[in-house]
């Protein structure tokens, strides 16, 4: 094991609260867009104006920040990477994700490290190769890819090679779709997508005049990719950075795969990844948002299993909000809320949510109300319980339930 080196873990972050959230719970870099050019538009994004903020919060934690510029780019687009890349070079951005031909002479000219989107469909060494002649110093590998292919890309190149390890994935290939712009003038491909391919589907037959749905099954709506149960597998293979996908997710679900692929990466070091730990971590990863979880690629074609049986999340879990942090008390390592709505008890477990707190989760040992221990409080209560990490006042609190 001591051979293989350990991979860089990188996070989505779509706001303050999950790029806190991720880079609390163990990234070693994280990936987000400014509010143009990048292929989640429709996730919060942050500005231009918030590039100094996010690079030094993360420079203090030792965590890279990768900026992406990975849509198409349109001929009136072009001036804006004028905009873009020059802030991005003067605050210390460490790569920028990107594809199209225009970015790349764009990051050439501003002298700013680039790595080569999975929207590229780099499928084999040779495309590779083409992209580090260009200056890239790193290529995503389609998702189409296998784990064998993906081996012999490695042994026949020397640039860095990243892929994607765990979220979303698209029935495009490489995520190019044109159904959403088809359908309703939203691009896919410029970050606009509003998932039809999630839908229910209903096939007409015009000649009788009737109708039925398609199967048990969202026939264009895949499940999530999940890797932790051959995780091994992919460190050995010399991958040098493996993502989690989702900018558009919430804040709780990048907590929650970064910590589990993060634990998953030290004790494969350590020599402690083995299948009953594999089995721990997968039923963590089943309790924030999932459509079921596949293979992908990486070992076949994905077969009619590997699509979405229901819209929407099979997490195991859910979280219900309950009220408010008034305030924090470091001394005593305890957090005063004031419950809004619903009930608390002993031994509930607790999401405390905020920008700057990131997701805090508790189980709550002991609950004071008035100066006294009480088993439970509900709606209008203010309680003081124990919690070892700091959040702050008008940080949001949730209870996690079982579904």
């Not at 143009?36 to 942050?46: D, E, Q």
């Not at 929207?119 to 992209?131: D, K, L």
């Not at 932790?228 to 989702?246: H, P, T």
């Not at 004071?368 to 088993?375: C, G, R, W």
Request: glycine share 6%.
């Amino acid at each position: 094991m001591d051979q293989f080196k350990k991979p860089e873990l990188m996070a989505p972050a779509g706001d303050w609260t999950m790029l806190t959230a991720a880079v609390n719970s163990g990234a070693d870099a994280v990936y987000f867009g400014v509010d143009k050019l990048n292929m989640r538009s429709k996730a919060a994004n942050f500005t231009i104006d918030e590039l100094p903020k996010i690079v030094s919060f993360c420079k203090e934690k030792k965590v890279k920040t990768y900026l992406t510029l990975n849509s198409i780019i349109k001929e009136e687009e072009i001036s804006d990477l004028d905009e873009i890349i020059p802030a991005a070079k003067k605050e210390g951005i460490d790569r920028i994700i990107c594809w199209d031909l225009s970015v790349i002479q764009k990051c050439k000219e501003y002298d700013i490290p680039f790595c080569i989107s999975t929207q590229a469909s780099i499928s084999n060494s040779h495309s590779a190769a083409f992209y580090e002649s260009l200056g890239a110093v790193r290529i995503v590998l389609a998702r189409e890819c296998s784990l064998e292919e993906i081996k012999k890309i490695r042994k026949a190149t020397r640039i860095e090679i990243e892929v994607f390890v765990h979220g979303a994935m698209c029935i495009g290939v490489s995520g190019r779709c044109f159904m959403s712009h088809h359908l309703f003038g939203k691009s896919a491909n410029q970050g606009e997508c509003i998932q039809p391919c999630r839908r229910e589907y209903e096939v007409y037959d015009n000649a009788i005049g009737k109708s039925m749905i398609i199967g048990n099954d969202y026939v264009l709506s895949p499940k999530d990719l999940c890797t932790i149960e051959f995780l091994d597998q992919l460190i050995e293979a010399g991958i040098n950075s493996f993502k989690i996908e989702g900018r558009k997710r919430s804040p709780e679900y990048a907590a929650k795969t970064v910590s589990v692929y993060r634990k998953g990466i030290d004790l494969y070091f350590e020599k402690k990844l083995d299948k009953d730990v594999k089995k721990e971590l997968l039923a963590e990863l089943e309790t924030v948002y999932n459509r079921g979880f596949s293979t992908g690629f990486y070992f076949d074609t994905p077969s009619s299993e590997d699509y979405a049986d229901i819209y929407g999340s099979k997490a195991t879990t859910r979280k219900d909000y309950m009220g408010r942090v008034l305030n924090y008390y470091k001394k005593a390592g305890a957090a005063f809320i004031q419950i809004e709505t619903g009930m608390i008890e002993v031994s509930d477990n607790i999401l405390i949510i905020g920008p700057t707190s990131g997701v805090v989760e508790v189980n709550v040992e002991n609950i004071i109300k008035d100066d006294n221990s009480v088993p439970s409080a509900e709606k209008g209560d203010k309680i003081t319980f124990p919690c070892s990490q700091l959040v702050r006042p008008h940080d949001t609190v949730y209870k996690i339930v079982n579904i």
